[in-house]
């Protein structure tokens, strides 16, 4: 299948943007939150690559993965660029004092494995299931850290 499958979920954190950002910027600390996600890892010769490996279903998957775009309080935006076909965003809004706003949009090519078991409606439901708590996971994360 080639079809690319996107959702975007967002939450309102009570933490000001820059505590957002300065979390979420530091993509390793990722598995804390996302509860597919075991690992990130930043690499040391080139840190606009991270390798990722995401396990769910009694599968795994890894993936290489580019920062195009990051603008601070803003946006960080990637590619894969090799493993499983992925881009995606996270944006930040400040909305009021210490208040942000934290915005996910992520969009994946159908592995063909998975195809073979479900169909897209039924993934995309498990996917945006699992980006909610994600993101209610980092609210929790960023009002502990923010103590």
Do not use: C
Not at 12 to 28: G, K, T
Not at 140 to 146: C, G, P, R, V
């Amino acid at each position: 299948m080639s079809d690319w499958l996107e959702h975007s979920e967002q939450v309102e954190v009570p933490v000001s943007i820059e505590a957002a950002w300065d979390l979420w910027s530091n993509l390793e600390l990722m598995p804390q939150w996302m509860n597919w996600i075991d690992s990130v890892e930043i690499l040391k010769d080139k840190p606009e690559l991270s390798q990722w490996t995401l396990s769910g279903g009694g599968l795994t998957f890894t993936w290489l993965s580019r920062i195009l775009k990051e603008i601070p309080n803003q946006i960080i935006q990637w590619e894969s660029v090799d493993g499983l076909p992925n881009r995606g965003a996270i944006r930040f809004y400040d909305r009021k004092q210490d208040t942000s706003v934290v915005k996910l949009t992520v969009a994946y090519k159908i592995p063909g494995v998975v195809g073979q078991f479900m169909d897209n409606l039924f993934l995309g439901n498990v996917v945006e299931s699992n980006l909610r708590s994600d993101l209610q996971r980092f609210r929790e994360y960023a009002i502990q850290h923010q103590s």
